[in-house]
């Protein structure tokens, strides 16, 4: 399994709890090889998720395809992927 890890700064909490829960979730869940995926506000104005695939050719693929639209509240600040060395 292989890993998309995504961190973002946010400028509007709730525009991007409601960005995230028509748009983003829904796109990434529908991936080829889609497992499970986790998103989560953290202190800072800052948030992050994993989404978890099948292999990583499907976690490649998902992350070339990780952009913000115009206006979002979201701001990217890294896209990467990895491994899944454990889970529980």
Same mark, same amino acid.
Request: aromatic share 4%; charged share 15%.
């Given at each position: 399994?292989?890993? =998309? /890890? ?6 509007? @909490? ?9 748009? =983003? =979730? %829904? ?5 080829? !090889?889609?497992?499970? !995926?986790?998103?989560?506000?953290? %202190? !800072? ?16 693929? @998902?992350?070339?395809?990780?952009? %913000? +639209? %115009?206006?979002? +509240?979201?701001?990217?600040?890294? /896209?990467? =992927? ?7």
């Amino acid at each position: 399994m292989y890993a =998309v /890890v995504v961190t973002v700064a946010i400028s509007d @909490l709730d525009a991007a709890v409601e960005e995230l829960r028509e748009q =983003v =979730v %829904p796109m990434a869940s529908a991936a080829p !090889g889609f497992i499970a !995926g986790y998103w989560v506000a953290l %202190p !800072g104005d800052k948030g992050a998720s994993i989404v978890v695939l099948d292999s990583e050719a499907s976690a490649q693929a @998902l992350a070339a395809n990780v952009k %913000p +639209p %115009p206006g979002s +509240p979201a701001t990217l600040e890294s /896209v990467e =992927v990895g491994e899944v060395m454990a889970h529980a």
